[in-house]
DNA sequence: GAAGAAAATGAGAATTATTTGCATTTATTT
DNA sequence: AAATAAATGCAAATAATTCTCATTTTCTTC
């Protein structure tokens, strides 16, 4: 099914851009950069493929930056700094949020947590020296 | 200026319906609140208020929520934990976020941080139980 | 390898949250 | 009270995203 061999899927082509990127795209973004080696993608196929993989757990979205939706191929938790000048979206695989701040959450909000997102916002060094 | 003697702005019903609930509210969901006290209220508004209040940091935005902005009247910084199956979204207070993440981000990623989001997501205790 | 079924795609229309223009109302200043 | 400034309602405009549907591509089965 998956791992078939006939890869013409231009699905194959947008997960493999995410993946290649350290960008944070959003759609626009992903249709953007394919261009250059895949100039008979849609914008429609971009936003139907990364919903499709958010769905499946293979990418996951940073929520909207400036209104518009922010994706990221790495699915580990893991913290983004997201720059308030060029919306730049920077990863922070360093750091972790402490475990007992999700098992202090359950207790409090008597709720179950399962995913977690830590988002500093800021200037990034460009737009912090401009 | 502000603190004028006619208070008849609709501009203060907002801010108040803001402050006196923990729902997070969207601009809609303000709009609708607004109903019963003050049915002549716009939606046009409300939004128009809310991107003042936010852009004078009297309120502060958590994002989109399922593609919906919602608002906070809390500026302090505290945690969220938003449903993914009924989208409410509960304060965190007892909960802070270490200050050495902060400068632990501003040195790996050589940015001035400014502000932190943290939001756990996972099923209330409503949704987990049905 | 061909036929039929299933999945993926393109193009553009539709949707929806949000913003904006403009005329009117309300508040403030003089 | 007149003049000025700010706030508002309404409807139209935007813009990101989703959806429809006809067509193409891929997979399955014979």
């Known amino acids: ?3 078939s061999t006939k890869q013409f ?3 194959n082509a947008i997960l493999a851009c995410l993946q290649q990127t350290h960008a944070h795209p959003s759609a626009e973004m992903v249709h953007e950069m394919l261009q250059k080696t895949h100039p008979d993608i849609s914008l429609a196929t ?4 990364l919903a499709w993989f958010k769905s499946q757990g293979m990418i996951q979205s940073l929520g909207t930056v400036n209104g518009i939706e922010r ?3 790495n699915t580990a938790p893991h913290v983004h700094f997201v720059c308030t000048g060029c919306s730049a979206v920077i990863d922070l695989p360093q750091i972790a949020v402490p475990h007992s701040l999700e098992t202090d959450t359950e207790k409090y909000a008597g709720c179950r ?3 977690c997102q830590l988002t500093f916002t800021g200037l990034c060094g460009s737009c912090a020296n401009s």
Request: proline share 0%; hydrophobic share 30%; no cysteine.
């Open 1 to 3: 099914m998956e791992g």
């Open 9 to 11: 899927r231009k699905r």
């Open 71 to 73: 994706f990221d191929a």
């Open 113 to 115: 947590v399962q995913g």
């Open 46 to 49: 971009v936003y139907r493929n």
